[in-house]
T-cell receptor, first 109, second 114 residues
Framework: GQNIDQPTEMTATEGAIVQINCTYQTSGFNGLFWYQQHAGEAPTFLSYNVLDGLEEKGRFSSFLSRSKGYSYLLLKELQMKDSASYLCAVMDSNYQLIWGAGTKLIIKP | DAGITQSPRHKVTETGTPVTLRCHQTENHRYMYWYRQDPGHGLRLIHYSYGVKDTDKGEVSDGYSVSRSKTEDFLLTLESATSSQTSVYFC?????????????FGPGTRLLVL
């Protein structure tokens, strides 16, 4: 079967750095997506990785290792507005997105 | 803003009644999707469309049907609503033609089936 695993909840301090991990087992791979979802709102696109390595976008970076079936989202200089759920999704061989259950990130002052 | 709206935004209905949710887009994207989101689960694909009158089933299609008679509208129908269909429903669009295209989401519809 296809599976995406990510931690259910993480807590971090304002101004710090946090890394949210995602491991996957899917039938085929056509890229990995990270989305942010604030409570009661729709998911919004953060990043896309299809090749191994690190993609940086401002305070957010995303890393991919296809051989290990592993990705992480790195958030730097955390702000209170970063409190949200972070969703990992893999596009499989049929170009369908397989979603993890999401990681709820709580930021404390 | 990907120009996606969903209606209604909230709905309360009774078991056994039919319910139709509407997704409307303004940017002529080819692909449209319906997902449901429940606590403890990832987003789960219900149905998707790759063009007018072209639709296919997703992972959790039982009890749902869809129609797409115009590029801009994708309707999701619960033929006879059940309590297990209480959920948040998201519509998404992408310009994908088989490549890994980013999906953009509408604001969601909260459905409560009593």
């Amino acid at each position: 079967g296809q599976n995406i695993d990510q931690p259910t909840e993480m807590t971090a301090t304002e101004g710090a750095i946090v890394q949210i991990n995602c491991t996957y087992q899917t039938s085929g791979f056509n890229g990995l997506f990270w989305y942010q979802q604030h409570a009661g709102e729709a998911p919004t696109f953060l990043s896309y990785n299809v090749l191994d390595g690190l993609e940086e976008k401002g305070r957010f970076s995303s890393f991919l290792s296809r051989s290990k079936g592993y990705s992480y989202l790195l958030l730097k200089e955390l702000q209170m507005k970063d409190s949200a759920s972070y969703l990992c999704a893999v596009m499989d061989s049929n170009y369908q997105l397989i979603w993890g259950a999401g990681t709820k990130l709580i930021i404390k002052p | 803003d990907a120009g996606i709206t969903q209606s209604p935004r909230h709905k309360v209905t009774e078991t056994g009644t039919p319910v139709t949710l509407r997704c409307h887009q303004t940017e002529n994207h080819r692909y449209m999707y319906w997902y449901r989101q429940d606590p403890g689960h990832g987003l789960r694909l219900i149905h998707y469309s790759y063009g007018v009158k072209d639709t296919d089933k997703g992972e959790v299609s039982d009890g749902y049907s869809v129609s797409r008679s115009k590029t801009e509208d994708f309707l999701l129908t619960l033929e006879s609503a059940t309590s297990s269909q209480t959920s948040v429903y998201f519509c998404a669009i992408s310009a994908g033609t088989g490549d890994a295209e980013t999906q953009y989401f509408g604001p969601g519809t909260r459905l409560l089936v009593l």
